[in-house]
């Protein structure tokens, strides 16, 4: 009876914890369906009962809409597969080989991460200034790569270090190639870590304010983020409706990749132990 009133009490406790971590998600759903004065009234519409789509059609109306969700796709794609492909490598380096400067290149990763990024805009923003990057999605990647590998490439490392090297060299001693071992048995055993620095650099890129605010200064080269603020300005009456259904909009890519990569996070656990 005990261990029965145990289990209870923490279920009902996650319940309410799930409850209040999705309840922010539902209100921005909800207020999105709600026309401005249904959003203003004193007391509060739980439900989108006589909702209309008139805010997500303003917001397909705004041609800066689709050029920031342009921008915001190429950083994010770009953003991503540099960084995952640099700190995968560097990963290994650290990991499977002993070299001069190995321990001071661990210590730097971390030291790296200790400096505030606000503390960097000037000097990143002279740095693409000189090279004609400003404006530019190469000039926001490379700085986006540079906020992203360091913690990428120590979340890597952790994976790569509980893989252990005498399953390749169980495979070598089969007949494989040390190349033919990695890519056969060690490789599908990283994938849930290379899916999982993937989420967190698609999260972060996606969704970065700052640097794109310091970057790109042109009305027409804003990502998401600045143009969802742009919608909230000073001269008028916000538009709450159209921001929620902007920031509705805003987070559906992020949902459709992590359903989409969900999955491979557990498929290759044990692929690349099983010798056949």
């Given at each position: 009876m005990r261990a029965a009133v145990g289990r209870w009490?923490?279920?009902?406790v996650a319940v309410l914890v799930a409850v209040v971590w999705v309840f922010p998600i539902y209100w921005m759903i909800s207020s999105s369906f709600l026309p401005s004065n249904r959003l203003q009234t004193p007391t509060p519409n739980f439900f989108p009962t006589g909702g209309t789509l008139a805010n997500f059609r303003a917001v397909f109306r705004d041609s800066t809409f689709f050029e920031s969700f342009r921008t915001s796709l190429?950083?994010?794609?770009?953003?991503?597969?540099a960084a995952i492909l640099f700190a995968f490598v560097a990963a290994l380096a650290v990991s499977r080989f002993r070299f001069r400067g190995r321990k001071s290149f661990i210590v730097a990763i971390l030291v790296v991460q200790m400096i505030p990024a606000e503390g960097l805009f000037i000097s990143q923003y002279q740095m693409l200034d000189g090279w004609g990057l400003v404006n530019a999605v190469l000039g926001l990647t490379i700085v986006y790569v540079a906020a992203i590998l360091p913690f990428t490439i120590w979340m890597l490392r952790g994976f790569v270090t509980g893989v252990p090297i005498e399953l390749e060299e169980a495979g070598m001693v089969d007949g494989l190639s040390r190349t033919g071992a990695f890519f056969k048995i060690t490789f599908p055993l990283l994938a849930p870590g290379l899916v999982a620095s993937g989420v967190y650099g698609?999260?972060?890129a996606w969704n970065e304010?700052?640097?794109?605010?310091?970057?790109?200064?042109?009305?027409?080269?804003?990502?998401?983020?600045?143009?969802l603020q742009g919608l909230v300005e000073a001269n008028r009456a916000t538009d709450w409706g159209v921001v929620m259904a902007g920031s509705t909009l805003i987070a559906v890519p992020v949902i459709l990749f992590f359903l989409f990569v969900q999955n491979k996070m557990t498929s290759g656990l044990v692929a690349g132990a099983v010798k056949g």
């Open positions: 009490s923490l279920g009902t190429a950083v994010t794609a770009v953003t991503l597969v698609f999260l972060q304010y700052t640097l794109a605010l310091v970057v790109m200064t042109e009305p027409s080269r804003r990502t998401l983020p600045l143009w």
